[in-house]
């Protein structure tokens, strides 16, 4: 039971930046053979979206700022820098976007509009600079 009061616990977190159904996926999959595979993966997003550095907190780092989190649906991309994650109305993220295989670009991202229009949280994201995932978007 304590385990299980641990995993809903870090729901919070989760709701900032993933889709009710992207959630209620994980929590399924806690049930099954799998879970713990599953709770990983919460305390996993959990973590990062606890450690994500805030909005111009990586100001100056250029090439060199990690690429915390990736979205993607069909051929968008969204990586995510820094978060403001304060509730309403501030629910604003910084990164780099490619939408329809387009060319990647700098800027703000409505996290909300983001999940709204279907976007996905990578959950097996291996970390990247800037840098790395923006030649990696231009000469994919």
């Known amino acids: 039971m304590i385990i299980a009061e641990s995993i809903f616990s870090r729901i919070g977190n989760l709701r900032k930046v993933m889709s009710d159904h992207q959630i209620a996926c994980l929590l399924s999959g806690t049930k099954g053979v799998e879970s713990e595979h599953y709770k990983d993966l919460i305390i996993k997003v959990d973590d990062i979206v606890a450690k994500c550095p805030l909005t111009y907190q990586t100001d100056g780092q250029g090439d060199n700022a990690i ?12 990586y995510i820098v820094e978060l403001d994650v304060a509730g309403p109305p501030h629910t604003q993220a910084y990164g780099v976007i490619r939408l329809n295989g387009g060319y990647p670009e700098l800027g703000y991202i409505d996290l909300d509009e983001l999940i709204k229009y279907g976007f996905e949280l990578d959950l097996y994201y291996a970390q990247q600079t800037v840098g790395e995932v923006m030649r990696k978007l231009t000469y994919e």
Do not use: A, I, P, W
């Open 67 to 78: 690429c915390q989190m990736h979205y993607f649906k069909g051929d968008s991309d969204v």
